[in-house]
């Protein structure tokens, strides 16, 4: 058989499409020339963007949907803005997860379940402590703080190895659900914990224990120190600040590392190990750290005046923009509006002194805004672009912006491994390939 050759297919209306065979498989974009009758009782099909080919080996999904064309987000059926403006990070996480906002009683207990997790061994702050931290002339961590938590997290299991089901050799979590729920509030709060211990190490900060009387939220700004020095408390505006950060970031479909957390899933393993693939994953300059890549960019672009030479370089195919324009997205990001309501809120309450890193980026988000180039093409500004200043207007070192994210997408990922161990047919999970190589190496 030849490498490449054409077949038809013929579809609705009468017309003929041909399809491209390239080694036997059909390339799966092929199928977008080909679009079925727009359903308007159904948009998520997005029949108008042409067919798309199912790849069955991560089955279908009831966890978040989004529309990119018209910039609405929903996790389980319920709009982003909604949750936001009613419910804590811990009720909309109990929603992806269970798939339902629990009731007062159900609240109750999930909040109590996490708070009355026990802390990590002293094994695991050992761990941590071996890795260089920040000098007394300079708050820079030495280490990759990502790497340290990975280092972190594995001694974090070994607190607990009967819930390895590769320690005790068989399987504690497919179609065993009342295993798997046992096992996800400790899964959160080592996961949290774990990053308050790097970065205190890491800032030379003492970990301070969580208080019993404190959500889920403060008490993570009490481990890592970030306090009111007269009450002790956290302040209430960068509470809400990081818990609306977290549910914006609870999910968003199958990221490439939400995809790493199903491959690491489908052998049977527990839950931490699970995200400790989707950290390493989630760790490149295209996914996780987009939020610091664009930050970094901001701050090479050295003062305002200069962001039409950025976007000049940018439409001349000379460098990438990031934190504006997405795959998804083809209307506003819901996530940046968002977030810069909330930017908006602490920075009128701190009263910080001008911030000229903000001013380029609200600069970058002006003219690109308005560019011809980026409004013909639907490109606009997207969740990584005032993300960083967030962060930074709570308090928080700027290495760590990615890690304290992710602590945000633990609700999605738990959501994702308790849906794939509540089938009951095991089943590796793993895309094929075609070879393409020699057929037969000559003999030597």
């Not at 702050?125 to 340290?148: D, G, K």
């Not at 008490?219 to 009450?231: E, R, S, W």
């Not at 940046?336 to 909330?342: E, Q, R, V």
Request: glycine share 6%.
């Amino acid at each position: 058989m030849k490498p490449y050759t054409r077949g038809h297919v013929i579809q609705w209306s009468g017309k003929s499409y041909d399809i491209p065979i390239h080694h036997n498989p059909i390339p799966a974009e092929a199928y977008k020339q080909i679009k079925a009758d727009v359903d308007p009782g159904y948009p998520p099909d997005q029949n108008e963007d042409g067919l798309r080919v199912f790849d069955n080996g991560f089955s279908n999904t009831g966890i978040f949907e989004v529309m990119g064309n018209k910039g609405t987000i929903q996790y389980r059926g319920h709009h982003i803005e909604d949750l936001v403006a009613r419910h804590s990070y811990l009720d909309t996480a109990y929603l992806l997860i269970y798939s339902k906002l629990p009731l007062k009683l159900e609240s109750n207990q999930w909040t109590s379940a996490i708070q009355n997790c026990p802390l990590p061994s002293q094994a695991v702050f050992n761990v941590v402590q071996c890795f260089e931290r920040a000098s007394l002339r300079s708050s820079f961590p030495s280490a990759a703080p990502i790497m340290v938590t990975m280092a972190g997290l594995p001694a974090a299991i070994t607190d607990k190895p009967q819930a390895v089901p590769s320690f005790v050799a068989k399987n504690l979590y497919l179609s065993n659900l009342p295993n798997v729920d046992a096992e996800i509030p400790r899964t959160i709060t080592t996961y949290a914990t774990v990053i308050a211990i790097a970065y205190c190490h890491a800032t030379r900060r003492s970990f301070m224990p969580p208080n019993s009387d404190a959500d889920f939220v403060e008490n993570f700004l009490i481990m890592i120190g970030q306090v009111d020095q007269n009450t002790g408390h956290p302040d209430p505006l960068h509470v809400h600040a990081l818990e609306t950060m977290w549910l914006l970031s609870a999910d968003h479909e199958l990221t490439k590392s939400t995809a790493a957390l199903l491959h690491a899933a489908s052998s049977f393993t527990d839950p931490i190990s699970c995200f400790i693939s989707a950290l390493s994953s989630g760790y490149g300059l295209l996914h996780g750290d987009a939020i610091e890549v664009a930050y970094a960019q901001i701050q090479e672009v050295g003062k305002v005046e200069n962001v039409p030479l950025l976007i000049d370089k940018v439409k001349r195919k000379g460098q990438r923009l990031f934190g504006y324009g997405h795959q998804i997205y083809r209307a506003v990001d819901l996530r940046s509006k968002i977030i810069k309501g909330i930017l908006a809120g602490l920075l009128e309450r701190e009263g910080r002194e001008k911030d000229l890193t903000l001013d380029i980026a609200w600069g970058i988000d002006r003219i690109a805004g308005e560019d011809e180039y980026f409004v013909s093409r639907n490109l606009k500004c997207n969740a990584d672009l005032f993300a960083s200043f967030v962060y930074k207007a709570i308090g928080i070192h700027p290495r760590f912006r990615i890690l304290f994210g992710s602590i945000g997408r633990m609700a999605g990922g738990l959501a994702h491994y308790r849906g794939a161990m509540s089938s009951r047919v095991p089943r590796i999970r793993h895309p094929q390939q075609v070879y393409i190589g020699p057929r037969q190496a000559p003999a030597a």
